[in-house]
């Protein structure tokens, strides 16, 4: 079969496409034929190795995809040959072929496009475990979405819309916020792209509260960490939550711990 293996940690000008051995599902395992697959931060992070989990070399890169099921391995009952899947399998999705655990292959609908399939689950699932599970955002609140136009992003406005919450993006373009609207967003507002000095972090803190009458948000939704995180975190509501989604802005924030005071 033909794969993308990431053979040196570097970036994805170094990945090799060529030939690799046919996959064979053992006990608990299903092979899927891929039909597509969706290109992640974390994917990213994971061939310069960067990323907290780190496949042994070489690897196949490819956190998520969606395609058919080929062939099931003895014990397996929850899907069969010719089902329509999606797959989180962390890696060793950008090839034709892949062998994963029972657990990691979820039905999907025959009428589901196989692109919209594989990229439900990392940006939708984690926005949706963020918002529901961890942050519990109730309807009426207001949820500040950080970086709003990425896959995670944008999807943690669309879910926080449906949930009755009031959404506020913010993104470093017109552009981006432009988009943030369409799907959904009440208040768009645009941020400097890059490290913020002192003086725009204190701006952004200072357009949280402008925008919430002085309440700040009860839910903050980040997935860009750096230099932003703080002045955010300063601007949040009594009893607000700050959901830690990622770090594209690539440092990891240190804030100040009396904030949570």
């Not at 799907?183 to 645009?190: L, N, P, Q």
């Not at 803190?205 to 903050?220: D, M, Q, R, Y």
């Not at 770090?247 to 804030?255: C, L």
């Amino acid at each position: 079969m033909k794969a993308l293996q990431c053979v040196e940690l570097a970036g994805p000008e170094k990945l090799i496409f060529g030939e690799v051995d046919d996959l064979v599902p053992g006990p608990g395992e299903v092979l899927v034929h891929v039909k597509a697959a969706s290109v992640n931060f974390p994917d990213v992070l994971m061939i310069q190795g960067l990323y907290q989990f780190q496949p042994p070399m070489p690897f196949i890169p490819g956190a998520e995809c969606s395609g058919v099921i080929a062939e099931v391995g003895d014990g397996v009952t929850a899907c069969k040959a010719g089902d329509h899947v999606f797959v989180m399998a962390g890696h060793g999705c950008f090839a034709e072929q892949l062998v994963v655990e029972e657990s990691r292959v979820n039905l999907v609908p025959n009428e589901m496009d196989f692109p919209v399939a594989a990229a439900l689950a990392m940006t939708y699932g984690t926005s949706l475990y963020a918002l529901k599970q961890r942050a519990q955002i109730q309807p009426g609140e207001t949820l500040l979405v950080l970086g709003a136009a990425g896959g995670v992003g944008l999807a943690a406005v669309e879910l926080g819309k449906a949930m009755g919450a009031r959404v506020i993006a913010a993104a470093s373009s017109e552009e981006k916020i432009q988009t943030c609207l369409e799907h959904g967003a009440d208040e768009a507002f645009i941020y400097p792209s890059g490290n913020l000095d002192r003086d725009q972090q204190k701006e952004l803190s200072n357009k949280i509260k402008e925008l919430t009458g002085g309440l700040g948000a009860n839910v903050v939704y980040d997935p860009v960490g750096g230099s932003f995180s703080e002045p955010v975190l300063r601007a949040m509501a009594w009893e607000g939550r700050f959901l830690v989604i990622g770090f594209a802005a690539g440092d990891i924030p240190k804030p100040p711990l009396n904030l949570a005071l």
